[in-house]
């Protein structure tokens, strides 16, 4: 049963990392290094991440500078940028790309909540889904003779906690994230 409890508790901790690592996508009107993480750029006859092709700064708290490694990509990696679903436009002076990060309308900053919240639902119900799967364990370890009937409802109740711990913290994940997207 204690493989379970820590199976659940393993599961959970790699679902929260997931949320934090999608949150950092989420543009929130500052610039942040992690808003470029999957962008590919389509370069020497294949696809590239762009921190593998090129070197990124934040020099202010709204522009990204991109250095390329090969000055002959520098369209290449304009190009992705602007086929991303980020809605920025960098300036290519042929040697750098600036990204200017545009301050968000209040409008957006409501659909970036939305977008957030639905992340933070999507993480609950694989918390609540790691709870099942190990109540589902510990009751087949029951029906097994392995567990008595009060061990069974032991790790029922530890699983129970502990989701209402990783569910407390997604929460608190939540609003840290709301409150940085509505922040003018």
């Excluded at 042929?94 to 409008?107: C, D, F």
Aim: glycine residues 6%; aromatic residues 2%; proline residues 3%.
């Amino acid at each position: 049963m204690d493989e379970i409890i820590a199976e659940i508790k393993r599961k959970n901790e790699n679902t929260l990392a997931v949320l934090q690592k999608e949150f950092n996508t989420v543009r929130t009107g500052r610039a942040s290094l992690s808003l470029l993480d999957g962008i590919m750029v389509a370069c020497y006859g294949g696809q590239t991440p762009l921190n593998q092709v090129a070197s990124l700064a934040v020099p202010e708290a709204r522009l990204i500078v991109i250095q390329p490694w090969d000055a002959s990509i520098t369209k290449d990696i304009e190009r992705a940028i602007i086929k991303s679903d980020l809605g920025l436009n960098p300036v290519n002076d042929g040697k750098l790309l600036r990204v200017p990060i545009p301050a968000l309308t209040e409008e957006r900053r409501r659909e970036l909540v939305k977008v957030v919240k639905r992340m933070t639902e999507d993480c609950k119900v694989a918390i609540r889904n790691n709870r099942r799967e190990g109540i589902d364990g510990i009751k087949k370890l029951e029906k097994e003779a392995k567990l008595t009937e009060d061990e069974m409802f032991k790790g029922q109740d530890e699983a129970q906690k502990i989701t209402d711990h990783y569910t407390e913290r997604v929460n608190k994940l939540l609003v840290g994230k709301e409150q940085e997207i509505m922040e003018v």
